[in-house]
């Protein structure tokens, strides 16, 4: 008994700061899942789950976020106008409170 004593009074006593970087990654796993959480982006996570972001919309720097899979895709806004032939396929409106429905046209015609 008296050997464990003198065993556990022989270690070094700033050996418990070695653990203090193992605290240290779980506290930074924890904000990163936490901050996660609390900007509802949870689904970046998930490797099964399409999402599309829109991050500063209707400024100048707005980027578009698009994860398929393990694939990001960011793609920034330019001032440049593009133009060619295509078809309307649609309405867009944008209701007081800024959330946009999109209507399809009617394909019957």
Avoid: H
């Avoid at 003198?6 to 193992?22: K, Q, R, T």
């Avoid at 996660?36 to 707005?62: F, H």
């Amino acid at each position: 008994m008296r050997r464990l004593i003198e065993e556990i009074e022989e270690e070094d006593p700033l050996s418990f700061i070695a653990n203090l970087f193992d605290v240290a990654v779980v506290l930074a796993l924890a904000f990163m899942v936490m901050l996660l959480i609390s900007y509802n982006m949870v689904d970046l996570l998930n490797p099964k789950a399409e999402v599309t972001m829109v991050k500063n919309p209707g400024k100048d720097n707005m980027q578009i976020i698009i994860k398929k899979g393990k694939e990001i895709k960011v793609m920034n806004m330019t001032k440049e106008i593009l133009g060619g032939e295509g078809k309307k396929i649609g309405t867009a409106y944008r209701l007081k409170d800024g959330t946009i429905i999109y209507v399809p046209e009617n394909e019957s015609k």
